[in-house]
């Protein structure tokens, strides 16, 4: 009798963390309808946990059925931050230094998919680096800009439908988000968010392809 309970107790909590999952971004969507102050910190590392039901395809692409991976079931640092990022439904402007992640990489090209429109900058360093999401991005059809500047493009920021401000010590790579001591706060402040908006636009002119001179005389 164990044997055939096992594996339906496994699909009935995959199911259950699925719809936990859906309500997640249904909430936080109501919430940025209604008005409400959206105040939230996540501190890491985050213990590995399964993050299938929230990137599951919409329609017509694989569904978010039952999940045997051994991973816990259950709601960690990144699962939050993941559903923020994927509660965006216009634009999503983001300022990374080091991007290796493949989850966070893989809510990015779901957004595209949704046509979100996505900006990225980073830094020229870091994104050649094995590891770095960033090439999969770029021939996705994302928009990427990059420094060429003799310091780093070591911001670490994202703002969401030009409402939603994410920023703090967090890179968006496996080792920070799994091994580090980091923080993220997560707030919809109008006035600063639009500061922060200021600077990513001031940021994506400068680093117009077109000033680039790495391959002037």
């Known amino acids: 009798m164990r044997g055939g309970w096992a594996p339906a107790w496994r699909t009935l909590l995959a199911v259950g963390v699925g719809v936990a999952a859906e309500a997640l971004a249904g909430w936080l969507l109501r919430r940025r309808r209604e008005g409400s102050a959206l105040r ?42 993941l559903a923020h990022l994927l ?33 990225v900058v980073t830094d020229a360093d870091y994104m050649a ?22 310091g780093y493009m070591h911001n670490k920021f994202v703002i969401i439908d030009k409402k939603v401000l994410i920023t703090g010590s967090l890179n968006w790579t496996t080792q920070a988000i799994q091994n580090n001591r980091e923080n993220v706060i997560i707030i919809d402040d109008k006035k600063i968010v639009d500061v922060f908006l200021a600077e990513f636009e001031k940021i994506w002119e400068d680093f117009d392809p077109t000033n680039y001179t790495f391959f002037t005389n």
């Open 40 to 81: 939230e910190a996540l501190f890491f590392p985050s213990r590995a946990t399964c993050v299938e039901a929230l990137l599951a395809e919409e329609g017509g692409g694989p569904s978010p059925g039952p999940c045997d991976c051994p991973l816990p079931h259950q709601e960690s640092p990144l699962s939050r931050l």
């Open 129 to 150: 680096l094995r590891g770095s999401q960033i090439g999969i991005l770029r021939k996705a059809g994302i928009q990427v800009r990059h420094d060429q500047e003799t």
């Open 87 to 119: 509660a965006a439904r216009r634009s999503l402007d983001l300022c990374v230094f080091a991007f290796s992640n493949p989850q966070l990489r893989r809510a990015l090209l779901l957004l595209h998919r949704r046509r979100v429109h996505i900006r």
